[in-house]
């Protein structure tokens, strides 16, 4: 099992910035990928951004050149950084582990954090 703990969100006026974090505890294998995901009221629920234990990185079109993932893989966290925030970026935010264990995928959600972008 892993468990998430996902900290940083909170309301900031457009054009702000905020950092999220999540550090993953408990059975880490490796390779894995860290990552976030957003889900908005009445939407579903999207990729943000994700990074391997390699450091290969993935991006939502809406949010590249203004969020910038990271990982400190001795701490098992991940950061989003997150610049420039629209009120489009309002949404709860939940962070995800997943690794691969020959064909079966082992995925791991946080509990989600509130990031309100004010206009």
């Known amino acids: 099992q892993v468990q998430l703990v996902e900290s940083g969100g909170g309301l900031v006026q457009a054009g702000g910035s905020l950092r999220l974090s999540c550090a993953a505890s408990g059975l880490i294998f490796r390779p894995n990928t860290m990552g976030w995901y957003r889900q908005a009221p009445g939407k579903q629920r999207e990729l943000v951004a994700a990074?391997?234990?390699?450091?290969?990185?993935n991006y939502a079109d809406s949010v590249k050149g203004r969020f910038t993932i990271s990982r400190d893989n001795a701490k098992n966290t991940v950061y989003l950084q997150m610049n420039s925030l629209k009120s489009e970026d309002t949404a709860v935010y939940y962070c995800n582990f997943y690794y691969d264990l020959g064909l079966s995928r082992n995925a791991y959600w946080g509990q989600g954090t509130q990031v309100t972008v004010s206009s």
């Open positions: 990074i391997t234990t390699g450091g290969s990185t």
